[in-house]
């Protein structure tokens, strides 16, 4: 996925006209947002194809699959009939479930995006102990786009180590979680930002301050 400026926002506003609001003042520094759980609920996933044919934005889902295969293949048919061009699922589920995924945007000749790591503190705890064996799994199931964390670089160049130089790693907690974006971008070929940008006075200035 070729993302302008190595940059996505996460979209995570609670409606329609916030959404558009935001999207209107950095629409000239990105075209890549990434849409979850709160913008999709109060919306619906009608919302992926607005956002799509006002801006002409590619719309990664974080929707974090994370449930048996078959119940991960219903989601990500729904999700890109919707007209998404990405998912993110996470990896802790296992192959079966991660594969069921993998089949559906092979399907619809969309990307999925394995979750190895997550950008906060709590991650620590269960997620960080299993990130490396998830990776390895990606690698042996020919994934090739990888989501992990902006905020601990340490671990972010081990996934990268195990993924290889021709994967592509995009990578959330800059910004707010205390991730440095160029530091990260070292490392990863995006960065994923949120608050930052749509909490800001001025978006535009704030994208464009993340990009110099």
Same mark, same amino acid.
């Given at each position: 996925?070729?993302? @302008? &400026?190595?940059?996505?926002?996460?979209?995570?506003?609670?409606?329609?006209?916030?959404?558009?609001?935001?999207?209107?003042?950095?629409?000239?520094?990105?075209?890549?947002?990434?849409?979850?759980? $709160?913008? *999709?609920?109060?919306?619906? /996933?009608?919302?992926?194809?607005?956002?799509?044919?006002?801006? +002409?934005?590619? !719309?990664?889902? +974080?929707?974090?699959?994370?449930?048996?295969?078959?119940?991960?293949?219903?989601?990500?048919?729904?999700?890109?009939?919707?007209?998404?061009?990405?998912?993110?699922?996470?990896?802790?589920?296992?192959?079966?479930? !991660?594969?069921?995924?993998?089949?559906? *945007?092979?399907? #619809?000749?969309?990307?999925?995006?394995? /979750?190895?790591?997550?950008?906060? $503190?709590?991650?620590? @705890?269960? /997620?960080?102990?299993?990130?490396?064996?998830?990776?390895?799994?990606? =690698? %042996?199931?020919?994934?090739? &786009? #990888? !989501?992990?964390? *902006?905020?601990? /670089? +340490?671990?972010?160049?081990?996934?990268?180590?195990? =993924?290889?130089?021709? *994967?592509?790693?995009?990578? $959330?907690?800059?910004?707010?979680?205390?991730?440095?974006?160029?530091?990260?971008?070292?490392?990863? &070929?995006?960065?994923?930002?949120?608050?930052?940008?749509? %909490?800001?006075? &001025? $978006?535009?200035?704030?994208?464009?301050?993340?990009?110099?």
């Amino acid at each position: 996925m070729n993302i @302008k &400026n190595n940059l996505i926002l996460a979209l995570d506003v609670g409606s329609e006209k916030e959404a558009i609001n935001i999207c209107e003042k950095v629409s000239d520094n990105i075209d890549t947002i990434k849409i979850g759980y $709160p913008l *999709a609920l109060a919306e619906g /996933l009608e919302i992926i194809k607005k956002l799509k044919d006002k801006f +002409d934005f590619k !719309v990664i889902c +974080d929707f974090k699959v994370a449930d048996i295969d078959a119940t991960n293949e219903k989601i990500c048919e729904e999700t890109f009939k919707a007209g998404a061009d990405a998912i993110i699922c996470h990896g802790f589920v296992g192959p079966d479930s !991660v594969e069921a995924c993998l089949n559906v *945007a092979k399907k #619809y000749e969309k990307e999925l995006f394995l /979750l190895t790591e997550m950008s906060h $503190p709590g991650a620590k @705890k269960f /997620l960080q102990s299993s990130a490396e064996e998830i990776a390895k799994m990606g =690698v %042996e199931m020919g994934i090739t &786009n #990888y !989501v992990a964390p *902006a905020t601990r /670089l +340490d671990r972010l160049q081990v996934i990268r180590d195990i =993924v290889g130089p021709d *994967a592509y790693i995009i990578s $959330p907690g800059v910004g707010k979680q205390g991730g440095d974006g160029k530091k990260t971008l070292e490392i990863s &070929n995006a960065i994923i930002v949120g608050r930052s940008i749509y %909490e800001a006075d &001025n $978006p535009k200035i704030a994208c464009e301050n993340l990009l110099n």
